[in-house]
């Protein structure tokens, strides 16, 4: 296992289509215990492998106990309800931005051995299926978001809302 370099926006890599996985070998396996270890290190909550420059659809999302996710070929193939939240990519460090998603997302996806299966969260889980899949097709949240924030930003926004209540 290695910890790969995040690639940030403005690497054209980020704005490409990846392709779809379709040898189940030890390449994969590495390349999904890297994701793990990468993300791990970076504190963050998903990470796609065009991020770590490999344009292959393959991500890893940690769900709301804690566990990370392998999700490789993923597609969303159901989604209820919507949230409004703030939302932050290991890709683009030190700002965030308030980004429309739905409250709960289903995934079909394979596992590293090329084994179908679904996997369903709602509220910052599907936040992130959502997030990561983007990745895949070559979009950061940016994209959705009216205006990016920084964390000085957002303390002074919290302090207020704080000193207001």
């Known amino acids: 296992m290695a910890i790969r370099t995040i690639l ?6 980020l704005n ?5 996985v379709t040898k189940f070998d030890d390449k994969l396996g590495d390349l999904l215990d890297d994701l793990k270890e990468t993300l791990a290190k970076a504190n963050g909550l998903g990470l796609a492998a065009p991020q770590v420059g490999i344009l292959r659809r393959a991500v ?22 919507e949230q409004d939240g703030l939302e932050g990519c290991l890709s683009v460090p030190g700002q965030w931005g308030y980004v429309k998603r739905p409250e709960w997302v289903k995934v079909k996806a394979q596992d590293r051995s090329g084994n179908w299966f679904e996997v369903e969260g709602e509220d910052i889980t599907a936040r992130c299926f959502c997030h990561e899949l983007g990745h895949l097709d070559g979009h950061l ?6 205006r990016l924030y920084t964390s000085e930003e957002l303390d002074a926004m919290a302090q207020e809302e704080e000193e207001q209540a």
């Open 141 to 146: 949240y940016v994209e959705l978001t009216d």
């Open 60 to 81: 890893i999302v940690v769900d709301d106990s804690g566990e990370m996710l392998e999700l490789v070929n993923p597609e969303i193939i159901d989604q209820k309800g």
């Open 8 to 13: 940030t926006q403005g690497d054209p890599v």
């Open 16 to 20: 490409k289509m990846c392709h779809p």
